[in-house]
C-alpha cells in the first residue's frame, strides 16, 4: 500500500528541528522531491545564508525567501524545507497555507539548543550568548508556528525516521494532502 501526496508539504519550526533531516527522510518515504528553500536561495546567489545576511542584511535575504518559497510550491509537489524565519512572514504563511500544508516540528528549547549549540552556521546565533539569544527566538516565534495548519511534537529519543512517520500519522488526517493509494 503506497502513499500519494497531493500537496507540497512545507515543514517549518526553529534551527535545528530537524526541518532538513526529516524532510529528506519524509521525502524518501514519500518517493517524491526533497525542497530546501535556503539550499535554493544560496544556489541562485551563490553564496551561503550568513555571507547574504552579512552583505545585504535580512529584509534582501527575506524578499528572496519568500520569492523561492512561492516559486517552489508552484513547481513541484515534494517536500519543502523552509528556513526558521521563513514561516514569520505573513505573506509566507498565506502561500503555504494556499497552495501546500505547513508543519510545524515542535521541538522544546533544550532539545533545540543541544542541536546548534556546536555549529557556527547560524548566523542569528552570532550573539555573545547564543543559548539566550535561542531562547529569545523562540519565544518570539513559538505563537507564530503555532499557527500551522499541522504540528509534530519532537522528542530527543524519537530519530528522524520515527519523525517523518509521526508526519506521516499527521498528513493522513489530511485526506487533501496524503491519502493511501487504494
Do not use: C
Not at 551561503?48 to 545585504?56: K, P, Q
Not at 556546536?118 to 531562547?135: I, M
Amino acid at each position: 500500500m503506497g502513499l500519494m501526496l497531493k500537496k507540497t508539504v512545507v515543514l517549518v519550526g526553529m534551527m535545528g528541528a530537524g526541518k532538513t533531516a526529516v524532510g529528506r527522510a519524509l521525502a524518501q518515504r514519500l518517493d517524491v522531491p526533497f525542497l530546501d528553500s535556503d539550499a535554493e536561495i544560496e544556489k541562485a546567489a551563490n553564496m551561503s545564508i550568513a555571507e547574504i545576511f552579512s552583505r545585504d542584511g535580512e529584509p534582501f535575504f527575506r524578499e528572496k525567501e519568500a520569492q523561492v518559497i512561492e516559486r517552489l510550491l508552484d513547481e513541484e509537489r515534494g517536500i519543502l524545507s523552509t528556513g526558521g524565519g521563513a514561516y514569520l512572514a505573513e505573506r509566507n504563511r498565506a502561500v503555504i497555507s494556499q497552495k501546500g500544508v505547513a508543519v510545524w516540528l515542535d521541538a522544546d528549547l533544550s532539545l533545540l539548543w543541544s542541536r546548534v549549540k556546536h555549529k557556527d552556521t547560524r548566523p542569528l546565533l552570532r550573539t555573545p550568548d547564543p543559548k539566550a539569544t535561542l531562547r529569545d527566538i523562540f519565544n518570539a516565534r513559538v505563537p507564530v508556528y503555532q499557527l500551522s495548519d499541522l504540528s509534530v511534537k519532537a522528542a530527543p529519543q524519537f530519530s528522524i525516521e520515527d519523525m517523518a512517520e509521526r508526519v506521516v500519522d499527521v498528513l493522513l488526517t489530511r485526506p487533501d494532502v496524503l491519502e493511501k493509494d487504494k
